[in-house]
C-alpha cells in the first residue's frame, strides 16, 4: 500500500515518552497500566499517528483480556486491533510493526483455535533502532 506523505513524516518521528513507558510496561507485562498510557496517548493525538495507538492498545487489551481467561473478548480485541495496525508501515516510530502484527495473528490464530495449551509467546514489540529520530 502507498504511503503518503503525511504518514510517512509522522512515522519517522521520535516515540514520545509517553509511548517508551507504554513499551516498559508492555515489555513487563503489565497491560493494564500499558493500556492507560496508551489511551492518554491516544486522546491527545490528532492525525495519522490516532489509529496506530488505538491499534496498540486494542492489541494491549486483547492480551489483557486473554491472560484473564476472556478468551472471546481477547479475540474481538486483538483482531480490531490487528486491523489497525495493518494500515501501518512495517517500521512506524521506530516501532517494528512487522514483527509485532506476525505475532499478534499467530496469538489471535491461538484464541481463535480454542486457546489451549501450549500458548504461544506473546507478540513482540521491539524498536528497529535505540531511539529512533533522535540523534
Do not use: K
Request: aromatic share 10%; glycine share 8%; hydrophobic share 40%.
Amino acid at each position: 500500500m502507498p504511503m503518503n506523505a503525511s504518514l510517512r513524516d509522522a512515522c519517522s518521528e521520535a516515540p514520545q515518552p509517553p509511548l517508551r513507558q507504554a513499551w516498559s510496561l508492555y515489555t513487563a507485562g503489565d497491560y493494564f497500566a500499558c493500556h492507560e498510557v496508551l489511551e492518554e496517548l491516544w486522546r491527545a493525538t490528532e492525525g495519522p499517528l490516532r489509529e496506530l495507538y488505538r491499534g496498540l492498545i486494542q492489541v494491549v487489551v486483547g492480551l489483557y483480556h486473554a491472560r484473564r481467561g476472556n478468551v472471546v473478548g481477547g479475540r474481538q480485541v486483538l483482531a480490531r486491533g490487528l486491523v489497525r495496525l495493518e494500515a501501518y508501515p512495517a517500521c512506524c516510530l521506530g516501532i517494528d510493526l512487522a514483527l509485532l502484527r506476525a505475532g499478534a495473528r499467530r496469538y489471535l490464530d491461538w484464541l481463535v483455535a480454542g486457546a489451549s495449551d501450549p500458548e504461544p509467546e506473546r507478540p513482540v514489540w521491539r524498536w528497529t533502532s535505540e531511539w529512533p529520530g533522535e540523534t
